[in-house]
């Protein structure tokens, strides 16, 4: 990618553009690289890691928190024109907490690194308050899967997410593992098993091999509600 | 409270003070009024309300989730001289979910107008971030405890929160009911009074009417581990 895409990119996404200085302005662009990460690449590792400013091409990433068990929460997941604040989260001396990030897919991104971003955010006040909104932004989804995972039974969150997955889906049948389904409801697998069993008795779903079949979207829209 | 002791206090806890303008300090202390809310009271009720910035001159908040159906999990206390934002979320246009905000004490604060707040923040870039900032803040706060929540196994979660208490305890004995246990820990009270059996039954705690009274400090120390 050459630079004026670079820069171009950076002053449509990264909303405070305008009240840099020329000379950051070129240095941000300078500091900004092209990265390709293949599917199943783990991009920010917790605390260990502090990879800078991302924004994101094509490809999706996915943000998760990691129990010390290998127990794994997904909290959002982020597509093209969005930026990644958390995986610069050591620049933001408020945020004392830390996150993993992988690439879900093929993934392209501008990664502005984080000693630049550092400096930037130390002379610039509106770079720093433009991070903060973000992470406050990415805080608000963070507290709504928090609050599903918490507060509501597992049937209805299951349901909202086949339901979701459905209307993504070009036919009926969701091609997710039991395990990949229970990271995305913030359960385990075998509670997940368990209730697709469920639904599967209640003529909801038809399981197989291939994943999860809707056979009756009336039934399972009404558990949604 | 006079003028002159809301400046002094607002002026040293507000740390962007010396970013307002005179005339905005001014303003600030204008629109900011000593409150004071028995033990027990809703300060601040989910989406419904919008108080303002909070400063706490003596007593304690409790900010909490609610679920429709009355579950309640403690995010974090506040006490003297911290300031409380999320009590004017609706000044902060990316923070879209709503904390709840109860008295825990009999508490004293300074509340600075919602609508005076949201007219600074729009005008000053510092005050702006200010509140972000603060915001990142106690997210991090929310954070550990959603982990306590999600991850921790409940014998740890109860013996550690035990632990703390003991700490703060003046004799050995937490004089909390199994439903304050237990909305502190962020479960259910059954799943609390059942897991405080099993620790009487080890030996480590003694049930009474009066409160939890620890009798093997080893061994509870050994659980927190």
Sequence with gaps: MNTAETARLLSSHFKVW?????????????????????????????????????????GMLRVYMLSENGKDITL??????????????????????????????????????????????????????FAYKLAADRFSDIMWAMQQILFMSMDKRLAIFLWDE??????????????????????????VSRMLKHFSSEGIVELSRGGIKIIDKQKLRKLTA
């Design 18 to 58: 305008q009240h840099l200085t020329k000379a950051d302005q070129d240095s941000m662009v300078e500091h900004t690289t092209l990265m390709r990460y293949p599917k199943g690449t783990c991009i920010h590792n917790g605390d260990n890691d502090c990879k800078g400013l991302l924004l994101i091409i094509s």
């Design 76 to 129: 959002y997941r982020l597509g093209p024109g969005d930026m990644c604040i958390l995986s610069a989260s050591c620049v933001l001396s408020e945020i004392t907490f830390d996150v993993h990030i992988d690439a879900e897919k093929d993934t392209e991104l501008l990664l502005t690194s984080a000693p630049f971003f550092q400096s930037l955010v130390e002379r610039n006040i509106y770079a720093e308050c």
């Design 166 to 191: 459905l209307s993504k889906s070009s036919d009926d049948t969701i091609r997710l593992t039991h395990e990949q389904v229970a990271r995305d409801v913030g359960s385990a697998r075998e509670v």
